[in-house]
């Protein structure tokens, strides 16, 4: 079985700052990694993916996420937050890319201060 | 390229009245399709996955059900809402079972 945890329900940055969103998962066999964000009632949007290879991922918007297997981390960074920035944040994982067992965390609900 | 689309986006219901959700997916074939609930404050559910035409899977105990009539066409129903049936619905696809998942708009239910 995989798990994921997300530090913080609730994050604050201003516009400008570094953002980081954390995310820790836990899985028996190699992990897919995913973030998502969602925009207030709307569905979730995928920002990147890491699969295998190179364990520095970009995404959309900016975004970036590492993955470090010796700390099952899967961390969300962006060096400089902008205001349309602001949405809930999900970090997901599944066995070897399985979909039908993707597992999400909680959310993190980014607030972005001017 | 792919869509998905989810009707009604908004939906007021009485407690005992029936449900119906509609979800479509467009620019691909066999998809793998899901049905996840959000409630307020908390993390995604999932409720039910198909991995083709009345292939249904439920992934928890509830008064809701899923049927899968087309291809690309997922269905969410139930025969008597409940208070506890309030929250964000959300159907998703992937290109098979071996695949990130792409969400649709979702439909906010509101059950009174």
């Known amino acids: 079985a995989q798990s994921v945890t997300q530090l913080g329900s609730h994050v604050s940055v201003s516009e400008g700052a570094l953002v980081l969103l954390r995310c820790n998962y836990s899985?028996?066999?190699?992990?897919?990694l995913f973030w998502y964000v969602q925009y207030p009632n709307q569905g979730l949007q995928l920002l990147l993916k890491?699969?295998?290879?190179?364990?520095l991922v970009k995404g959309i918007n900016g975004f970036e996420a590492e993955f470090k297997k010796s700390e099952t981390s899967f961390h969300l960074t962006k060096p400089s937050a902008h205001m349309s920035d602001a949405a809930e944040y999900f970090c997901?994982?599944?066995?070897?890319?399985?979909?039908?067992?993707?597992?999400f965390g909680s959310g993190t609900q980014l607030t972005v201060l001017p | 390229s792919q869509t998905i689309h989810q009707w009604p986006a908004t939906l007021v219901q009485p407690v005992g009245s029936p449900l119906s959700l509609e979800c479509t997916v467009e620019g691909t074939s066999n998809p793998n399709l899901y049905w996840y609930r959000q409630a307020a404050g908390r993390g995604l559910q999932l409720l039910f996955y198909s991995v083709g035409i009345g292939q249904i899977s439920s992934e928890v105990p509830q008064n809701l059900s899923a049927s899968r009539p087309q291809d690309r066409q997922f269905i969410l129903s139930s025969k008597k809402l409940l208070l506890s049936d309030s929250g964000f619905y959300l159907c998703?696809?992937?290109?098979?079972?071996?695949?990130?998942?792409?969400f649709g708009p979702g439909t906010r239910l509101t059950v009174l």
């Open positions: 997901a994982v599944s066995p070897s890319g399985s979909a039908r067992q993707l597992t």
């Open positions: 890491y699969t295998t290879g190179a364990t």
């Open positions: 998703a696809w992937s290109p098979g079972g071996y695949n990130e998942q792409f």
């Open positions: 899985s028996s066999v190699p992990p897919y």
